[in-house]
């Protein structure tokens, strides 16, 4: 005996998976991505399989209490056809009477999660924990993709500061700037997640350096080597800015050959500073992810 049971969407399409591997929750749109019937990619693990594999706990508990239901409605239907009024007539005579409810169904709702993805290699749409993942349609990771549009959310941020009042606009622009090195070195960091050596890009310098050293690849090579040094110093900046008030010291003034009488000065960050930081990070962060493909 077969039961047909149909597993909705959300609200808003999606529908919840969970990985038979990792058992980390999360939710994809059918109807978006590759054609076909693909194998379905954990975000989290990679872990592929069929479709079939990735129910979760509740869709399957669902699934068996409608099973149970139905199976249950059909035997009581059954068992009613049998009832029968006792006979007044007769002397002894017996009633059939069924009484009861088919099984309840456990109904379940899928959950909300952080971060909503389309993939621009496949157009899959799907959401996870976190922000950084698999595809669950082609398996390409996210990261590049995620750091481009926080890329993007920067620039916004400064398009804002150019219609606000002077000291609000300092502080926009000042605020770009950490937030454009945070996502390169959210993005690095988690690029490089597999590979066996930790590593940090916050220091663009040092970064270069431990990769170099580590992989043999120069991140530095993707730019020439004024536009290197331009990155390099807009990184010193974002670390004046973090630890030091903004003030200009003699570390500052060391490393990027900036006149000793600036010592002790408010470093100055201009919008075009940032904006030009960012298009010299999407570079390094397509280089890297090209050079060094994540594991």
């Known amino acids: 005996m077969k039961f047909s049971v ?33 194998d379905c990619h954990c975000p989290y693990c990679n872990h592929s399989g069929p479709q079939n594999e990735f129910w979760t706990k509740r869709q399957i508990e669902f699934a068996q209490s409608d099973a149970m239901n139905q199976l249950s409605g059909q035997f009581l239907k059954g068992l009613k056809k049998l009832e029968r009024r006792p006979d007044p007539r007769a002397l002894v005579s017996i009633g059939i009477s069924v009484k009861g409810r088919p099984t309840p169904i456990v109904y379940y709702k899928e959950d909300d999660l952080e971060e909503r993805v389309t993939c621009s290699a496949c157009t899959m749409e799907y959401t ?37 009042p002077a000291d609000l606009a300092a502080t926009l622009i000042n605020n770009a700037l950490e937030d454009a090195v945070s996502c390169f070195d959210g993005f690095g960091r988690e690029h490089c997640a597999p590979k066996p050596f930790k590593i940090s890009f916050q220091s663009i310098d040092a970064a270069k350096d431990r990769l170099l050293r580590e992989t043999g690849f120069d991140l530095s090579a993707s730019l020439d080597a004024a536009a290197w040094i331009f990155v390099s110093t807009q990184f010193q900046k974002r670390h004046l800015l973090a630890h030091k008030l903004g003030i200009i010291d003699a570390e500052y003034i060391g490393k990027t050959g900036s006149p000793p009488s600036l010592l002790g000065r408010k470093v100055t960050i201009t919008d075009a500073e940032v904006r030009t930081l960012i298009g010299h990070l999407r570079i390094l962060a397509g280089a890297l992810v090209q050079s060094l493909p994540r594991a």
């Open 6 to 38: 149909k597993i909705d969407p959300d609200v808003d399409g999606y529908t919840g998976r969970e990985c038979p591997v990792c058992e980390k929750y999360f939710k994809i749109k059918f109807g978006t991505g590759l054609p076909g019937d693909p």
């Open 128 to 164: 996870i924990y976190g922000a950084f993942g698999f595809c669950p349609d082609c398996g390409t990771h996210n990261s590049l993709q995620i750091a481009n549009a926080n890329f993007d959310l920067v620039l916004k941020v400064l398009d804002l500061a150019q219609s606000a």
